[in-house]
């Protein structure tokens, strides 16, 4: 009967690197609160759809735990385009609140993208704005889009070094797989996007020192698909067949061959909301010192 090896992978625990940085926050936090600033976050969730309704609750719980202003707007299924419109012009003039997020998605008759582009680049902390893509292409101060943001301070928690190195992201959305990239590459890493159409996929993975797992699905990447001592990120959120969390990538038989990998549940999700915190403290500060008060 065969043996089966242990795991020989590192875990970048999400959790434990999210409470390092969240306490961070939690001190720059006192210090503007001291100078008569707290930085404000407004979630604004349109219609009851059940994972937004967590998503929502777990950021507005992070920003309380962290000293921040939270403000939750809920409104119906119901609410039009021009009155949602409406309300982010009045939180984008609105001096208390330094960040806003809008859950995504939104109910069909509204479009994402004109709401998206209608907040404020000042305040954009989802970093989901065009001026915020644009300012991470061309490497100008901007908001990161939360979870690659995340993962780029996973990778720098293990003291990787990525200039010259071999990364892969699986995964093309302008929200992870996109932004990713351009991450990666700021370190000076040489980076390769693979998506659906990508022919061969286990041919590019198995020449990567860094691979990070984006797409929604199971076990896009398995234990052959890795070459030792690789560090896979996985950014995947799904449930197996007993209902459980998991990831994008066989967590059992990787972690057996990559040098260190992230768990989920436990990994690059806390590190998102995390991250969040970090972007609505910087809008905070950025707009103390614009007005003179830093």
Known sequence: MAITPPP??????GNALGAKLRADVSRRTAALQA?????????????????????????????TDGG??????????????AEL??????????NSIHGILVQLPLPAHIDAHKVIEAISPAKDVDGFHVASAGALMVGQPGFWPCTPYGCMKMIESIGYDLRGKHAVVIGRSNIVGKPMALMLLQKNATVTICHS???????????????????????VLTADMVKPGAVVIDVGMNRNDEGKLCGDVDF????????????????VGPMTITMLLVNTLEAAERDAAQRGLA
């Open 8 to 13: 020989t992978a590192h875990i970048i625990d």
């Open 35 to 63: 100078r008569g600033i707290t930085p404000g976050l407004a979630v604004v969730l349109v219609g009851d759809n059940p994972a937004s309704q967590v998503y929502v609750r777990n950021k507005v719980k992070a920003c």
């Open 68 to 81: 921040l202003h939270s403000v939750l707007d809920r409104y119906p299924a119901t609410m039009t385009e």
């Open 85 to 94: 419109l409406a309300r982010i012009d009045a939180l984008n003039h609105d």
């Open 197 to 219: 159409a990508t022919a061969d996929l286990k041919a590019m993975t198995l020449q990567a020192d860094v691979i990070v797992a984006a797409v929604g699905k199971r076990n």
């Open 252 to 267: 059992d038989g990787v972690s057996r061959v990559a040098g260190f990998i992230t768990p989920v549940p436990g990994g």
